[in-house]
């Protein structure tokens, strides 16, 4: 990659509705069809966002796998 900085930090996370995330597969793929050549270099990462899935993860899941504990109403 260049040395030009970048908008966003590498830690980053965000969020797609599906609707954006096919904006983007459709821009990717008619991308591609305008320059074939470029085919073999962003093709894995076409296929990555077309195999993703959403996550559906309750807050609870998500303490629990950080190693962390909700406060429990029953002990106030």
């Known amino acids: 990659m260049n040395n030009k900085k970048l908008p966003h930090y590498n830690n980053q996370t965000f969020e797609l509705t ?34 993703m899935e959403p996550v559906e993860k309750e807050l609870d899941e998500i303490v629990w796998e950080l190693g962390m504990s909700l406060p429990s109403w029953e002990n106030k």
């Open 18 to 51: 599906g609707h954006e995330l096919n904006k983007i597969i459709v821009l990717i793929d008619s991308f591609l069809k305008m320059k074939p050549s470029l085919n073999k270099r962003v093709m894995p990462f076409f296929a990555y966002l077309c195999q």
